[in-house]
């Protein structure tokens, strides 16, 4: 069951959207596709006859279509490419659901039900990517406003004070308009409906199911200290507010996840002084003095709040994994994309974990954030605003090379100057 805002005429997605001109799409298509036919090997002839029918698209419609290879290809490359995530070891196993056909609201929502379900498969975490219609040119698809499909809520009562997710308060208002009525005594971690947009700007709320958002329960494995505070969170992070761009290409609506590692939940969620804060109670919990200085009571709590929600997920049979062993699998990826021949692409304040950073391989790499396409981004303003082609992988002149160069400072001092 949807409700509706009919009243909604903005497009905020619009305004998010990278703005490439045609030799810029003409670009990135050509490289994508040159990629493609490389790294699959799928011979010269081919690559050419491919290059030839997307050059013809783009000069007759300015935009052209991916095959299905295409678009799996894509996404891989996209997560392989991305700076700010860790959990890359595994980009080659990554499900892809071409779901392109599908444009009406409601049988999106279906679909994003089945993702959730099937991502957490009894509690073995597969990693999905779900991949709903594109741009193509002034219209824009439907898409999911939430940042994940699970949410939860965040109120300020009558007294001012913050009950849920502080990052959630204005979303949570924003269902509330829409007709969402949360419980009468409301609580820590109320789950938030769905909020779609569909192509007439209309925001669309979709409840969904208890079975299909299997949550799970924090407990200590030493002793019940924990379990007063009544702590849970939800088992599949399934990101929904970043937009895919392939080859020049971007598709807003396109949901995945992977699964938890630890300290995203205990250090950040639940321990960030903008999100729940709950080092406090939780050292309270433990018997610590939180008085005490220097203040190395938060140091034990961040601690114990690990082990508590390692324990918990691994109690339910639910996949995750330490920062000690993503440090590890990054490694790993480290080295495998150099002896491909590929450079790396990372961003170190988000590679590096928050918990025990220095004891981590990881806070003694050196990283650079290439801005590669295939890429996910959330604003072209932000994020995606110097994501290009890198043509490392091709033997170009130097002449070749010097010209990219000069196109790429003009138009990146164009943009800064709009």
């Known amino acids: 069951m949807s409700r509706i805002d009919t009243r909604a005429a903005s497009d905020p997605l619009r305004r998010r959207l990278r703005r490439l001109g045609p030799l810029e ?16 090997e799928l011979g010269a002839k081919a690559c050419r006859r491919r290059e030839a029918e997307v050059r013809r698209a783009l000069r007759r419609d300015g935009w052209y279509e991916h095959t299905p290879e295409e678009l799996a290809f894509g996404a891989r490359v996209a997560w392989r490419d991305h700076a700010r995530c860790i959990g890359r070891l595994h980009w080659k196993s990554l499900e892809v659901r071409d779901l392109r056909a599908i444009e009406d609201p409601d049988e999106m929502a279906a679909f994003l039900l089945d993702h959730l379900a099937d991502a957490h498969g009894g509690g073995r975490i597969r990693s999905i990517i779900s991949i709903f219609a594109p741009v193509r040119g002034a219209e824009t698809p439907c898409y999911v406003e ?10 300020i009562d009558a007294e001012g004070r913050t009950i ?12 509330a308009a829409l007709g969402w009525e949360p419980p009468e005594v409301p609580g820590m971690f109320d789950m938030l409906p769905v909020l779609l947009r569909d192509r007439a700007g209309r925001r669309l709320v979709y409840e969904i199911p208890a079975t299909a958002r299997p949550e799970v329960r924090i407990s200590h494995p030493d002793g019940p200290a924990l379990d007063a505070l009544g702590l849970r969170w939800y088992a599949v992070p399934v990101v929904s507010g970043m937009i895919l761009t392939i080859g020049g290409i971007d598709y807003p609506c396109a949901p995945f996840n992977g699964y938890y590692m630890s300290t995203e939940i205990a250090s950040r969620d639940l321990a960030d002084e903008n999100r729940y804060d709950l080092l406090e109670p939780v050292a309270r919990a433990l018997g610590e003095d939180t008085g005490a200085e220097p203040p190395l009571w938060k140091d034990r709590a961040l601690l114990e709040l690990n082990r508590a929600v390692l324990h918990s997920f691994s109690r339910d049979g639910v996949t995750m994994i330490d920062h000690h062993m993503a440090s590890a699998q990054f490694m790993e990826f480290n080295q495998r994309e150099r002896a491909a021949g590929r450079p790396p692409s990372a961003q170190w304040s988000w590679i590096v974990p928050p918990q025990a950073s220095s004891a981590c391989p990881v806070f003694h790499l050196p990283m650079t954030d290439h801005r590669m396409v295939p890429n996910f981004y959330r604003s072209g303003a932000d994020d995606g605003a110097h994501l290009r082609p890198n043509h490392y992988e091709e033997h170009r002149h130097r002449y070749r090379q010097r010209l990219d160069r000069w196109k790429r400072e003009i138009r990146d001092w164009n943009r800064a100057k709009t």
């Open 164 to 175: 849920g997710d502080p990052l959630n308060i204005e979303l949570t208002r924003t269902i």
């Open 25 to 40: 799409r003409r670009e990135e298509a050509v490289a994508f596709v040159r990629r493609f036919h490389r790294e699959n």
């Open 146 to 155: 939430s940042e994940q499909l699970l949410r939860y809520a965040g109120y």
